[in-house]
């Protein structure tokens, strides 16, 4: 393919994309051959006209282009056999006809900017099938929407399509939020299976693209540990965690949250599964909530804190730290001896050694010792690229208390 853009890295520039990183920022451009609007593909060289690959460009963001493939390949070429090769990945570790699963993860799978998860399960008609709801972040990949979502039904037939694109990133990119119906018909809600449990998400206005799909391994790792114990969920959400819990034998679950709506969708999905029984609510900032709860004398035998990124740019993350630092120390002193527990950033910010090194000056002033029995990263629909630390956001440890 004859290129008529050229993007020349200023010298010296090039290490980290030849490490793996995806991302050109504009400070690192010397010059541009050519006039790129927004998606068009373009060659990126270093400074002694090295070829570096194909990239999608985005005029109005720090990150101006953004990898896509290391060959001379037009975009129009390169979606297809990407998505294919996204979803071969996934038909290895999951059963695709069952199972819900992230298809489409960003830069891992060589589409930049594009965030697809794709929901099996049930419509409240009884209608069976697959939807996908789509988050498309950047400028140079929004370019491309319309044949992203031909793809896409080429590829996996869906019942419908949602789009979900309002992360705050968008304003960087020039791009206003977009929510709406893509393709086909989507549901208000439908019920998915995770972990043989059913629960309920909700396409339009759930957080995200409705459900945290990358901690489903993750919940079966905590679950496996929770049989007879009274299991803490904090920053609980829709109850991923404590109901994977309750089902494999918890003798009791409190799931923690300060939303409301998030605490009405844990009761709902506890009574879906028939763990009513064993599965209370409150609702309460986590902070304020495990030092009472402390206070109060009340001990746990497993508790999971699986709270939201503290940790937004480069500036939060000493506060994020800290953060994590408080949270951990509340949670180790409600722990019994024995207890577990399940602790867990989403942060990219926050690298692994960073929040691990917080854990441990937690387990230092809440004076006990740990010994660390997984330390587990996001499910395998959630693939991390080598060289491009960003992609490797989600860190699960599970400790027990000696």
């Not at 988050?135 to 319309?146: C, I, N, R, T």
Request: charged share 25%.
């Amino acid at each position: 393919m004859h290129h008529q853009i050229r993007v020349v890295l200023k010298p010296r520039e090039e290490d980290r994309l030849i490490r793996g990183h995806p991302w050109v920022y504009d400070n690192e451009i010397a010059r541009v051959q050519g006039s790129p609007v927004a998606g068009d593909a373009v060659a990126l060289e270093s400074a002694r006209g090295r070829f570096l690959g194909t990239a999608l460009w985005s005029p109005a963001s720090k990150i101006r282009a953004r990898r896509y493939s290391d060959e001379a390949l037009p975009f129009a070429s390169h979606l297809r056999p990407a998505l294919d090769r996204a979803l071969k990945l996934r038909a290895a570790e999951f059963d695709l006809d069952r199972e819900s699963c992230r298809v489409v993860f960003g830069e891992a799978d060589g589409l930049p900017g594009l965030i697809v998860d794709r929901f099996v399960g049930e419509a409240p008609d009884a209608v069976k099938g697959s939807w996908l709801s789509v988050q498309v972040l950047a400028a140079g990949m929004a370019a491309h929407k319309s044949a992203v979502v031909e793809a896409l039904e080429a590829a996996l037939s869906p019942n419908g399509i949602m789009e979900r694109s309002e992360a705050p990133v968008l304003a960087y990119e020039g791009l206003k939020p977009s929510v709406g119906i893509l393709a086909g018909s989507v549901p208000q809600s439908l019920t998915m299976l995770e972990n043989g449990l059913r629960f309920e998400v909700d396409l339009a206005s759930g957080q995200k693209t409705g459900w945290f799909l990358d901690q489903a391994r993750n919940r079966a790792a905590a679950a496996r540990r929770a049989g007879g114990l009274r299991v803490l969920d904090a920053f609980c959400n829709q109850g991923g965690f404590g109901l994977a819990c309750a089902a494999a034998g918890a003798a009791s679950v409190l799931a923690v949250d300060s939303s409301a709506p998030a605490l009405a969708a844990v009761t709902a999905n506890a009574a879906r599964n028939g763990l009513s029984d064993r599965v209370s609510t409150r609702e309460a900032n986590a902070f304020d909530l495990l030092r009472e709860l402390e206070r109060s004398g009340k001990r746990f035998g497993l508790v999971v804190l699986d709270p939201p990124a503290f940790a937004k740019n480069k500036a939060s993350v000493e506060g994020a730290l800290r953060g994590y630092k408080d949270i951990n120390l509340r949670a180790m002193k409600l722990l019994e001896p024995g207890g577990y527990l399940v602790t867990c950033s989403c942060s990219s910010w926050v690298d692994r050694d960073s929040f691990m090194s917080t854990i441990a000056d937690a387990a230092a002033d809440a004076r006990r010792r740990f010994r660390v029995l997984e330390e587990r990263p996001a499910a395998p629909d959630h693939p991390a690229l080598l060289g491009y630390s960003e992609s490797r956001y989600l860190k699960c440890a599970i400790l027990q208390a000696l």
